[in-house]
């Protein structure tokens, strides 16, 4: 089935006008090292430009003050590092932090390096979550790799054709109905919904499928994939609050975060090309992306 602007604005959440922040949910962003620092800056930013009421971003304690100057309307969580990137001692800081913060959704994984936190915590967490790029290579690595978060908390997994090669063990391909069976797959063993990016990126729960229609060669620049990330969890995070933290929630705001992303990246195109735009342009758009779904 293919995405449309119908199709995707019937999947956006609400904003009635007696709203608040806490009406919108609540986005903890896990990204970000000492040599990709920026990836936190982008799915944080891009998650408050999806819409969430309130945005945490947990990275290493050495990057908060560059952090704060960055994106001073999200919450800093300074966590214990080692050689720049999150430690293993940083699993009870966060399950700390989380009882305190309730978030609605943790997105995982951008811009995390070799982590020795990741499978730790996955193993702990029970909050719907996002997981993307180090934290889909960390479970990649680790033999029966399933167990350990199917069926355990609602989930969305965005893995670009690499990460899904490595997950599934079977090799790329650009044949779109063996990508719609990939993601199949990996939703069927994950137990939630699955994004497999690219040209035509597709979306799945494991039953239906979606192909996008928006998007193009603007968007292959390093970064754009965190920005896809926090569209997509600060999109659940509100759709999650009104109707809980579903499948189908999971898989509206999906298809919603990759049809906007990739408009985004259109729009940008128009007016930088597609050779010039960066992922910081593309949440740049989402004011007008948003507009153009919504219109009547």
Same mark, same amino acid.
């Given at each position: 089935?293919?995405?449309?602007?119908?199709?995707?604005?019937?999947?956006?959440?609400?904003?009635?006008?007696?709203?608040?922040?806490?009406?919108?949910?609540?986005?903890?962003?896990?990204?970000?090292?000492?040599?990709?620092?920026?990836?936190?800056?982008?799915?944080?930013?891009?998650?408050?430009?999806?819409?969430?009421?309130?945005?945490?971003?947990?990275?290493?304690?050495?990057?908060?003050?560059?952090?704060?100057?960055?994106?001073?309307?999200?919450?800093?969580?300074?966590? =214990?590092?080692?050689?720049?990137?999150?430690?293993?001692?940083?699993?009870?800081?966060?399950?700390?932090?989380?009882?305190?913060?309730?978030?609605?959704?943790?997105?995982?994984?951008?811009?995390?390096?070799?982590?020795?936190?990741?499978?730790?915590?996955?193993?702990?967490?029970?909050?719907?979550?996002?997981?993307?790029?180090?934290?889909?290579?960390?479970?990649?690595?680790?033999?029966?790799?399933?167990?350990?978060?199917?069926?355990?908390? =609602?989930?969305?997994?965005?893995?670009?054709?690499?990460?899904?090669?490595?997950?599934?063990?079977?090799?790329?391909?650009?044949?779109?109905?063996?990508?719609?069976?990939?993601?199949?797959?990996?939703?069927?063993?994950?137990?939630?919904?699955?994004?497999?990016?690219?040209?035509?990126?597709?979306?799945?729960?494991?039953?239906?499928?979606?192909?996008?229609?928006?998007?193009?060669?603007?968007?292959?620049?390093?970064?754009?994939?965190?920005?896809?990330?926090?569209?997509?969890?600060?999109?659940?995070?509100?759709?999650?609050?009104?109707?809980?933290?579903?499948?189908?929630?999971?898989?509206?705001?999906?298809?919603?975060?990759?049809?906007?992303?990739?408009?985004?990246?259109?729009?940008?195109?128009?007016?930088?090309?597609?050779?010039?735009?960066?992922?910081?342009?593309?949440?740049?758009?989402?004011?007008?992306?948003?507009?153009?779904?919504?219109?009547?």
């Amino acid at each position: 089935m293919r995405l449309t602007r119908r199709l995707v604005k019937s999947f956006l959440p609400p904003r009635p006008l007696e709203a608040h922040k806490g009406s919108f949910g609540r986005v903890l962003t896990v990204a970000g090292s000492e040599k990709m620092a920026g990836a936190g800056v982008l799915s944080a930013r891009a998650a408050l430009r999806a819409g969430a009421g309130l945005v945490a971003w947990a990275l290493p304690k050495s990057r908060q003050c560059s952090a704060v100057a960055a994106l001073p309307e999200a919450l800093t969580v300074p966590l =214990p590092e080692k050689d720049g990137v999150l430690s293993s001692r940083c699993v009870p800081v966060l399950l700390r932090f989380i009882q305190e913060f309730h978030p609605s959704v943790i997105l995982i994984g951008p811009g995390l390096s070799d982590s020795s936190f990741i499978l730790p915590f996955l193993h702990k967490n029970q909050t719907p979550a996002v997981l993307d790029a180090d934290a889909l290579n960390a479970l990649a690595g680790e033999p029966g790799w399933p167990e350990i978060i199917s069926g355990r908390f =609602p989930l969305i997994c965005t893995p670009h054709p690499g990460e899904m090669e490595r997950l599934l063990q079977k090799p790329k391909s650009q044949d779109p109905s063996v990508r719609a069976q990939y993601a199949r797959e990996l939703s069927a063993k994950t137990g939630g919904v699955s994004v497999l990016k690219g040209f035509h990126t597709v979306i799945s729960d494991g039953l239906l499928v979606y192909e996008n229609t928006t998007g193009g060669p603007a968007l292959a620049k390093a970064g754009s994939g965190d920005t896809l990330g926090g569209i997509i969890a600060g999109l659940w995070a509100q759709l999650g609050q009104s109707g809980g933290f579903t499948l189908q929630t999971a898989l509206r705001a999906a298809c919603a975060g990759v049809y906007l992303h990739g408009l985004c990246g259109d729009l940008a195109a128009e007016d930088l090309t597609d050779r010039c735009v960066l992922a910081s342009d593309v949440a740049d758009r989402l004011p007008l992306a948003f507009k153009r779904v919504l219109a009547k």
